[in-house]
T-cell receptor, first 113, second 112 residues
Framework: NAGVTQTPKFRVLKTGQSMTLLCAQDMNHEYMYWYRQDPGMGLRLIHYSVGEGTTAKGEVPDGYNVSRSTTEDFPLRLLSAAPSQTSVYFC????????????FGSGTRLTVV | ELKVEQNPLFLSMQEGKNYTIYCNYSTTSDRLYWYRQDPGKSLESLFVLLSNGAVKQEGRLMASLDTKARLSTLHITAAVHDLSATYFCAVASMDSNYQLIWGAGTKLIIKP
């Protein structure tokens, strides 16, 4: 099983550029999440989705948007990149409910210069 | 607002020793998760603790949850080098079943 697949693995952007981080899961999980990980801060939730056609804001949503047009895909868009968005981004998915752990993708290391 | 604190944040220990990582959280929750992350890698689910008094064990790792004390522990028995990693706890916010609040992580180095 592929699990959660994220692309790209690495990217360097210039300030003001836009890009889309892709996330796909093949486990038929209802819930999907985008996190960013910064040194010494744990993970912070950017956006999440509880099913196809739904999205919601997490703790740090500004500068990002998402869509969930299929169960499998949950892309994250950076609208106008800023150096503060330099981070490692993780996509995750889970079954409905909190009884289950999350399955994480391998991450995207993004640098904004 | 739910806050999650782990301690210690850094731990260097010798193989064969026992140690405990602590995860405290500030408001009521009955869902707690432990994850492992190797350097430059993704996060791997270790334990899901769903009730007061829950205890789970996998190899040399044992996790427990005390919801009254708002405390979870991750105990390492007879540590081996392969357990070197960063360990995170995450607590489900009762305000939202979907949002996990994460601790800052405990970087564990086990010296041969």
């Amino acid at each position: 099983n592929a699990g959660v697949t994220q692309t790209p693995k690495f990217r360097v952007l210039k300030t003001g550029q836009s890009m889309t981080l892709l996330c796909a899961q093949d486990m038929n999980h209802e819930y999907m999440y985008w996190y960013r990980q910064d040194p010494g801060m744990g993970l912070r939730l950017i956006h999440y989705s509880v099913g196809e056609g739904t999205t919601a804001k997490g703790e740090v949503p500004d500068g990002y948007n998402v869509s969930r047009s299929t169960t499998e895909d949950f892309p994250l868009r950076l609208l106008s990149a800023a150096p503060s968005q330099t981070s490692v981004y993780f996509c995750a998915s889970s079954r409905q409910g909190t009884n289950y752990g999350y399955t994480f993708g391998s991450g995207t290391r993004l640098t904004v210069v | 607002e739910l806050k999650v604190e782990q301690n210690p944040l850094f731990l260097s220990m010798q193989e064969g020793k026992n140690y405990t990582i602590y995860c405290n959280y500030s408001t009521t929750s009955d869902r707690l998760y432990w994850y492992r992350q190797d350097p430059g890698k993704s996060l791997e689910s270790l334990f899901v603790l769903l009730s007061n008094g829950a205890v789970k064990q996998e190899g040399r790792l044992m996790a427990s949850l005390d919801t009254k004390a708002r405390l979870s522990t991750l105990h390492i028995t007879a540590a081996v080098h392969d357990l070197s990693a960063t360990y995170f706890c995450a607590v489900a916010s009762m305000d939202s079943n979907y949002q996990l609040i994460w601790g800052a992580g405990t970087k564990l180095i086990i010296k041969p």
